[in-house]
């Protein structure tokens, strides 16, 4: 795995259908991995990491940072928010 250290960015690399083929999972399981929805069996991990030496259980189980979700609303405390009468 070269300049690769996380394992979304392995899966990225390789893509969702190969690795799906490779361990014989739907490419839907292999997609929720790469965006962090979920993780793999342990034993599915155990085979991703023989198959790839650099991917330890410690690098495939590591979580991925969240992101900040940005509101869309009206901020509260508004000048236009209704005053009842």
Do not use: Q
């Amino acid at each position: 795995m070269r300049n690769m250290t996380t394992f979304p960015a392995w899966l990225e690399t390789k893509g969702d259908p190969t690795v799906a083929l490779i361990l014989g999972i739907s490419r839907y399981t292999v997609r929720s991995w790469r965006l962090g929805s979920r993780f793999p069996s342990k034993l599915l991990a155990r085979r991703i990491a023989a198959i790839e030496p650099a991917l330890t259980m410690d690098v495939i189980y590591t979580p991925r940072p969240k992101t900040r979700k940005r509101g869309r609303g009206r901020p509260r405390g508004s000048a236009t928010a209704r005053v009842p009468a």
